[in-house]
Every structure is written in structure tokens, then in C-alpha cells.
């Protein structure tokens, strides 16, 4: 993750640490959900690229949990990563 960190005691994401420019994620579980049962309060649309290179190399958005307002996240430049 870029930006930002995840916190997995509040399971969501947390300002990020001095001198941590790239803290790990971890091991995710995806699944499907129906639109209509989407949650969509206190969730960041976090983009995923393949490397540091943002732009062509996007890949998709994850939906993250967050106690903060989502423009936070965006004006941070908050996205994960898929190499490093």
C-alpha cells in the first residue's frame, strides 16, 4: 500500500508511519457481492496497480473499510500496489 496503512486491529486504513513508505498488506479474502447489497458507507474505492507507475499500469478498484472520509484517502494518492 502506497499512502497509507493498514491497521489490523480497526481493520481498516490508518494514517501512515514516519519513514514507512510502502508497509505490507495482508493476505486479502475477495469475494462477490451483489450490487444491491453493497456496502457503501465508510468505504474507499482504492485503485490497484502493477507497479509504482500509476496510470497504464491500472488493474482494478478495491473497496476498503475506513473510519475516515474517503477525500482523505484520495488526497493522500492512497492505492496498493501489486510489485514493488
Known amino acids: 500500500m502506497a499512502g497509507a496503512r493498514w491497521d489490523t486491529q480497526s481493520a481498516g486504513i490508518a494514517e501512515a508511519r514516519l ?31 502493477k507497479t509504482r507507475m500509476r496510470g497504464p499500469t491500472y488493474v482494478w478498484t478495491f473497496n476498503l473499510k475506513t473510519k475516515e472520509k474517503p477525500a482523505r484517502w484520495i488526497l493522500a494518492g492512497v492505492a496498493l500496489l501489486l510489485q514493488m
Open 19 to 49: 519513514k514507512e513508505l510502502m508497509p505490507p498488506m495482508p493476505v486479502l479474502f475477495i469475494k462477490a457481492i451483489p450490487v444491491d447489497r453493497q456496502e457503501t458507507k465508510n468505504i474507499y474505492e482504492c485503485p490497484v496497480y
